[in-house]
């Protein structure tokens, strides 16, 4: 049984495409905000690699830290330099400068600035609380601050953003003196005053109210209101510790801001930002705002998982849109239900968000999504029989721990081996590892490996820093003289996650390893041609690793060829 796609509650985002209203900036803070959430912490790559997973869904402004904070962050920066984004713009973080110092003289000032950065965005006081007990400060002195350190960092070339801290909390203890702080950002040359919900504990009608009052009381959108310069915009910043920061940045875009700020899943502090992916499918599905770019909002499942995956989490199977719950239908009358009419229970289409219907009592949907993805480039647009086989082979392997979302790569290799097309380029005889551990000593790593290419047997010896580094040093001096393009092949990434943590140390343990093609005549430091990513699962996490190794360069001697 298939279901029936052509009727929906909701239109397709393309077909939204010429008729969509006012544009909704989206700035993601997921490198920032999002690192602040319990158990969360990303690399120098993971960071660039989000920040270009990023730019390619659409995003405006992608915040990328604080450079005074930590090397990583200085490093980030940095390196964004080097890569092209066709749709974001970079925004470094930081706070206002220091009581009774010059902004010009202050480190947090100075490093904002030599961040390079187009964005700053400058977090200053607004609670009048805060003002007095946190920071200690008078509050013109406050005020002072405000102005000074957006002014230098204006001036120094930068666009600047101001985040009212605490705004809504200040706003209802002392709404005049909210309201100074941001006039004071006014003066300093802000272009955007984001209103912030830092304890997420607002209501939605406070907010909306609240947004209406700062539109109104600083002439906003009012083409009537004469300024010798443009009036900055507003944008809003919410956390969800009374669960409504979607209900709450949605309620501050109706009152007229024209920015939303939050992360991807919704990681952060305590209980975490409001979530983009959300308010991304709600503002062009529901609202009909323009928001990221063409028809990304396709890819909003795949960046879920995929930050889910660096982040070393769990994603939330039932998470709005994006979850694998989501379209999955189980009880028997929805199932019939909406085999028939598609919308009866669903409120939108799967695909509109890059998600998919489960029937969970059959397992017969997802088909159509390895056609979309792979089909033309294996020759399965039209095999509906090879689809479904495929589609079993992946929830078998889906059941054992694997996970092909972020490991394409062995996604592929899935195919060819289910299409019948897998090239056995070699046999392995065995491998081994021997760690040899002295007092305190560091440990020495030895991997052998005997297999056979073609007619010709290798057994091979390398060392290395654990038996990982020691393997593939190994099966690289096995192959290298039969496939010299592996080395092209660079290990840039290497994650490792328990899938069945009650397991405990016989836990069954999921490997994803990320690889680098770079040119072979710049060395293993040129310049990157593409990236890919293999998965191993084992309760032995040497053996995981070794089928992601493996796969890794079955995979690119596969694209490149094996001659």
Same mark, same amino acid.
């Given at each position: 049984m298939s279901a029936d796609h052509t009727a929906t509650a909701t239109p397709s985002a393309a077909d939204q495409s010429a008729s969509l209203g006012r544009r909704i900036e989206v700035y993601d803070t997921t490198l920032r905000d999002g690192t602040q959430g319990e158990g969360v912490s990303f690399s120098l790559v993971d960071k660039l690699n989000i920040a270009q997973r990023l730019d390619r869904l659409g995003v405006d402004y992608i915040e990328g830290g604080y450079p005074l904070s930590n090397p990583k962050d200085v490093a980030f920066f940095d390196g964004i330099k080097n890569i092209n984004l066709e749709n974001a713009k970079i925004c470094a973080f930081g706070m206002t400068r220091r009581k009774g110092i010059a902004a010009a003289d202050d480190p947090g000032m100075r490093a904002l600035v030599a961040?390079?950065?187009?964005?700053? $965005?400058?977090?200053?006081?607004?609670?009048?609380?805060?003002?007095?007990?946190?920071?200690?400060?008078?509050?013109?002195?406050?005020?002072?601050?405000?102005?000074?350190?957006?002014?230098?960092?204006?001036?120094?070339?930068?666009?600047?953003?101001?985040?009212?801290?605490?705004?809504?909390?200040?706003?209802?203890?002392?709404?005049?003196?909210?309201?100074?702080?941001?006039?004071?950002?006014?003066?300093?040359?802000?272009?955007?005053?984001?209103?912030?919900?830092?304890?997420?504990?607002?209501?939605?009608?406070?907010?909306?109210?609240?947004?209406?009052?700062?539109? $109104?009381?600083?002439g906003l959108g009012n083409p009537t209101v004469e300024s010798p310069t443009p009036a900055p915009s507003l944008g809003i910043h919410v956390h969800n510790d009374g669960g409504l920061a979607v209900a709450n940045s949605l309620a501050a875009i109706e009152a007229g801001a024209v920015q939303v700020q939050g992360t991807i899943n919704g990681i952060g502090e305590r209980c975490g930002n409001v979530d983009l992916l959300t308010m991304a499918a709600n503002l062009r599905l529901k609202l009909n705002y323009e928001c990221l770019t063409g028809t990304t909002l396709g890819g909003l499942t795949d960046i879920s998982r995929y930050v889910y995956e660096l982040a070393n989490m769990l994603p939330t199977s039932n998470q709005p849109y994006v979850g694998t719950a989501a379209f999955a239908h189980k009880g028997g009358m929805h199932v019939h239900a909406v085999q028939r009419i598609a919308h009866s229970y669903e409120h939108?289409?799967?695909?509109?968000?890059?998600?998919?219907?489960?029937?969970? /009592?059959?397992?017969?949907?997802?088909?159509?999504?390895?056609?979309?993805?792979?089909?033309?480039?294996?020759?399965?647009?039209?095999?509906?029989?090879?689809?479904?086989?495929?589609?079993?082979?992946?929830?078998?392997? !889906?059941?054992?721990?694997?996970?092909?979302?972020?490991?394409?790569?062995?996604?592929?290799?899935?195919?060819h081996e289910v299409k019948g097309t897998l090239p056995?380029?070699?046999?392995?005889?065995?491998?081994?590892?021997?760690?040899?551990?002295?007092?305190?000593?560091?440990?020495?790593?030895?991997?052998?490996?005997?297999?056979?290419?073609?007619?010709?047997?290798?057994?091979?010896?390398?060392?290395?820093?654990?038996?990982?580094?020691?393997?593939?040093?190994?099966?690289?001096?096995?192959?290298?003289?039969?496939?010299?393009?592996?080395?092209? /092949?660079?290990?840039?990434?290497?994650?490792?996650?328990?899938?069945?943590?009650?397991?405990?140390?016989?836990?069954?343990?999921?490997?994803?390893?990320?690889?680098?093609?770079?040119?072979?005549?710049?060395?293993?430091?040129?310049?990157?041609?593409?990236?890919?990513? $293999?998965?191993?699962?084992?309760?032995?996490?040497?053996?995981?690793?070794?089928?992601?190794?493996?796969?890794?360069?079955?995979?690119?001697?596969?694209? $490149?060829?094996? !001659?």
């Open positions: 961040s390079g950065a187009p964005v700053i $965005t400058i977090v200053g006081k607004t609670w009048d609380l805060h003002v007095d007990e946190v920071i200690r400060v008078s509050r013109d002195e406050n005020l002072a601050m405000i102005v000074d350190s957006l002014t230098f960092c204006r001036e120094q070339g930068a666009e600047v953003f101001y985040d009212a801290e605490h705004f809504f909390d200040g706003y209802r203890a002392n709404p005049e003196y909210a309201l100074e702080t941001l006039r004071a950002a006014v003066g300093g040359g802000a272009t955007r005053l984001i209103l912030c919900d830092t304890n997420g504990g607002s209501l939605p009608d406070e907010v909306r109210k609240a947004t209406e009052h700062v539109m $109104t009381s600083l939108v289409s799967p695909e509109s968000v890059g998600n998919v219907r489960r029937v969970l /009592v059959s397992e017969l949907s997802g088909a159509s999504n390895i056609s979309a993805t792979l089909g033309e480039k294996f020759g399965i647009a039209e095999d509906k029989e090879l689809q479904r086989k495929i589609l079993e082979k992946v929830q078998d392997r !889906e059941h054992e721990g694997y996970q092909y979302e972020v490991a394409t790569a062995s996604f592929e290799l899935l195919l056995q380029l070699w046999d392995l005889d065995h491998y081994r590892c021997v760690i040899f551990k002295h007092d305190s000593e560091p440990a020495i790593t030895e991997a052998i490996v005997k297999l056979l290419v073609g007619d010709a047997l290798e057994h091979r010896v390398a060392e290395g820093d654990g038996p990982v580094n020691a393997l593939d040093g190994a099966l690289r001096k096995c192959l290298l003289p039969h496939f010299p393009q592996l080395a092209d /092949v660079h290990l840039r990434d290497y994650r490792v996650r328990v899938v069945n943590p009650t397991a405990e140390s016989a836990a069954k343990v999921r490997v994803i390893a990320e690889f680098a093609v770079v040119d072979s005549n710049a060395g293993s430091d040129g310049r990157t041609i593409s990236r890919f990513s $293999t998965i191993g699962v084992n309760e032995n996490i040497v053996d995981a690793s070794w089928e992601a190794i493996a796969d890794a360069f079955v995979f690119h001697l596969i694209e $490149t060829g094996t !001659e």
